[in-house]
């Protein structure tokens, strides 16, 4: 599979030029444009992730990738991720299919449990079932994926007789990631159910995720299915230079891990933390060139066939997010494209 090059946004609320939160019906209709953007700039992939939270602005991936499709021609549309515990396979795979049509065949959904709680209380269900609801979703939600008839039984649902469900997919595929925080129980699930992997590495170097691509291609073979895609999502930001780029995007990776963490019990992120991360970590921010090498490396020490950098970290205003989809696009994907030519060759 040849390597698609993406982008990830959680539709994080921005500021104004005084610093002033946008609501969050202007953060969707720029997500939008900034989707427009990445098509219009030849990259492979736009995500959306889901959340239920004040920071984030979206909640329905499914309806903000519909407005997307309407406005785009080639660009996959994907989210990242669909936080399957706390929804419905059914629905989900209803939806999706829905905007696989409308798209022309370019819907995708990547699964997971998600890093934030927020949906469990929400839609009314048990912490507790954390595991058990994630297990036996996806579980169903592969089944649906041969688009004939289904059944299923379980603990969290009743039990369902053959059924099919509708539409079906022009291509009679809806393609599906299943995204892990690398944990080796949850390569081998997503091995089990033969899903493509997304990793989501958000913090230590990229090349420590090596032994989980290595267990899950390993999986694979042990359990007789072909192999699959592995993918990774990593924040970062793009600008002109490396100096740039690390003061433009320091404040608001701050103000958004310094949040999180005083949820978490975390302590708050300090420049050199973020220093360390930029030179050796997860953050791929700098300028083309910087990121190009940085993503390159990680695409060859992972065998990945797709890369998402995640743009949107914190409060960033929509300008400088639209122009770190611009370098990304027109300066580096072409140079990482470059790069790993020539070292196959």
């Known amino acids: 599979m040849e390597l698609q090059l993406g982008l990830d946004t959680f539709g994080d609320v921005t500021v104004d030029a005084s610093g002033h939160p946008l609501p969050h019906h202007q953060v969707l209709r720029d997500v939008v444009e900034q989707a427009v953007l990445a098509d219009q700039v030849g990259l492979d992939v736009f995500n959306v992730g889901e959340h239920h939270r004040d920071d984030y602005a979206i909640s329905a991936p499914d309806v903000v990738l519909a407005a997307i499709a309407s406005r785009t021609e080639q660009i996959t549309l994907g989210t990242a991720v669909t936080v399957l515990s706390s929804d419905d396979p059914i629905r989900v795979y209803e939806r999706f299919a829905t905007l696989d049509a409308l798209s022309s065949g370019r819907a995708e959904v990547t699964l997971g449990r998600g890093s934030f709680t927020e949906s469990f209380p929400l839609f009314g269900l048990e912490l507790s079932d954390y595991e058990i609801l994630f297990e036996e979703k996806l579980r169903l939600f592969a089944s649906l994926r041969s688009e004939e008839a289904v059944s299923f039984e379980g603990r969290t649902r009743r039990p369902l007789p053959p059924t099919h ?50 267990l899950y291609r390993r999986a694979l073979d042990e359990l007789g299915r072909p192999q699959q895609p592995v993918g990774a999502h990593c924040p970062g930001y793009v600008a002109e230079t490396d100096e740039e780029a690390r003061d433009a995007l320091f404040p608001h990776f701050k103000a958004n891990r310094d949040r999180i963490g005083r949820e978490r019990g975390w302590g708050e992120v300090t420049r050199d933390q973020f220093e360390a991360e930029a030179d050796h970590g997860a953050l791929f921010v700098g300028s083309p060139d910087t990121v190009a090498r940085k993503v390159a490396d990680a695409v060859g020490a992972l065998g990945l066939s797709r890369f998402d950098l995640k743009y949107s970290n914190g409060p960033m205003p929509h300008a400088q997010l639209m122009e770190c989809i611009r370098l990304f696009g027109t300066e580096v994907a072409p140079r990482v494209r470059r790069l790993l030519a020539a070292d196959a060759g």
């Open 165 to 214: 469900v509708h539409p079906k997919t022009a291509a009679g595929q809806l393609p599906a990631w299943v995204g892990v925080g690398g944990s080796p129980e949850s390569v081998v699930r997503a091995a089990r159910y033969g899903f493509p992997l997304m990793l989501a590495i958000i913090g230590g170097a990229p090349q420590r995720f090596a032994p989980f691509a290595e």
